[in-house]
């Protein structure tokens, strides 16, 4: 069976900071991995997508991923966050014509 | 890009009711899939919505509760059928196109 799992359902950061959200994967077959944000009272945007090409993923808005398959992982971070950052990101896997979602984690950007 | 409508945005149903909502796709896409965002939860998939075809539903998700119409290659409909307030929640559409999944703004549904 198939899953992602994302470690922390609310980080929060200072303006100016790291921000890192960690995204694991269960998967048979080495999935297509992808992030999502959702914003309030919007649908879900493309951050950045993992297809098995470039392991080191860039996305819109400075974020960045790494797909590790020792690790199972496809953590997302950005260097420096911003207040509009802040957020709900998904990490999500596809496979056999379906996604499959973490339960998200919502990013609260301090000033 | 494809650019993905739903209408209603929200609405505030009573228990026993019926609601559709439209999802409206400005491309043409194979693929169309609606998905259950509820409160403080993920996303989970009801169904699959391919055009000349039954919707095929994921498991815990049937026919009767969530009927789906998909008329052609840019619409579809969801009904939430005989609405309980376990039912009040996001309701997105999502369409495949060009290799990308795309998603609507959302239906945010409040059954009482």
């Known amino acids: 069976a198939q899953s992602v799992t994302q470690l922390g359902s609310h980080v929060s950061v200072s303006e100016g900071a790291l921000v890192l959200l960690r995204c694991n994967y269960s998967s048979s077959v080495p999935p297509y991995l992808f992030w999502y944000v959702q914003y309030p009272n919007q649908g879900l945007q493309l951050l950045l997508k993992?297809?098995?090409?470039?392991?080191l993923v860039k996305g819109i808005n400075g974020f960045e991923a790494e797909f590790k398959k020792s690790e199972t992982s496809f953590h997302l971070t950005k260097p420096s966050a911003h207040m509009s950052d802040a957020a709900e990101y998904f990490c999500?896997?596809?496979?056999?014509?379906?996604?499959?979602f973490g339960s998200g984690t919502k990013l609260n950007v301090k000033p | 890009s494809a650019v993905i409508s739903q209408k209603p945005s929200r609405d505030i149903c009573q228990r026993g009711t019926s609601l559709t909502i439209q999802c409206q796709v400005d491309s043409q896409v194979t693929m169309m899939f609606w998905y259950r965002q509820q409160p403080g939860q993920s996303l989970t998939l009801i169904a699959t919505?391919?055009?000349?075809?039954?919707?095929?539903?994921e498991s815990g998700f049937v026919i009767d509760k969530f009927p789906i119409s998909r008329p052609n290659l840019t619409f579809s409909t969801l009904t939430v059928s005989n609405m309980s307030p376990e039912d009040s929640s996001i309701y997105l559409c999502s369409a495949r196109y060009n290799n990308e999944q795309f998603f609507g703004p959302g239906t945010r549904l409040t059954v009482l």
């Open positions: 919505a391919n055009q000349g075809s039954e919707a095929t539903y």
């Open positions: 999500a896997s596809y496979n056999f014509n379906k996604f499959y």
């Open positions: 993992y297809t098995s090409a470039a392991t």
